[in-house]
């Protein structure tokens, strides 16, 4: 019998489609990268980086859904 777990298989996807996923550009991409607030990419050989695009696509949604949070808390009024 067989017991290994299937793996799905992990997608990289290139700096361009990084960029286009989450309009960010380079410089914030790294920024965030070193801040840890941004998914790390992995190191494919040479100069070669990637990132994980379920991990990008992940730090998507989180974002969406803090800044849908944000809008639904009430404001204060004075």
């Known amino acids: 019998m067989n017991t290994a777990l299937k793996e799905e298989p992990v997608e990289l ?3 361009p ?5 989450t309009g960010i550009r380079t410089t914030k991409l790294y920024e965030l990268i070193k801040e840890g607030q941004f998914p790390k990419q992995v190191h494919l050989g040479g100069r ?3 990132w994980v695009k379920s ?6 949604r989180a974002q969406v859904a803090a800044a849908r949070a944000d809008q639904a808390t009430p404001t204060k009024s004075r």
């Not at 489609?17 to 996923?21: A, F, P, Y």
């Open 55 to 60: 991990e990008v696509i992940a730090w998507n």
């Open 48 to 50: 070669t980086v990637g």
């Open 17 to 21: 489609e990084v960029m286009k996923l």
């Open 13 to 15: 996807i290139r700096r």
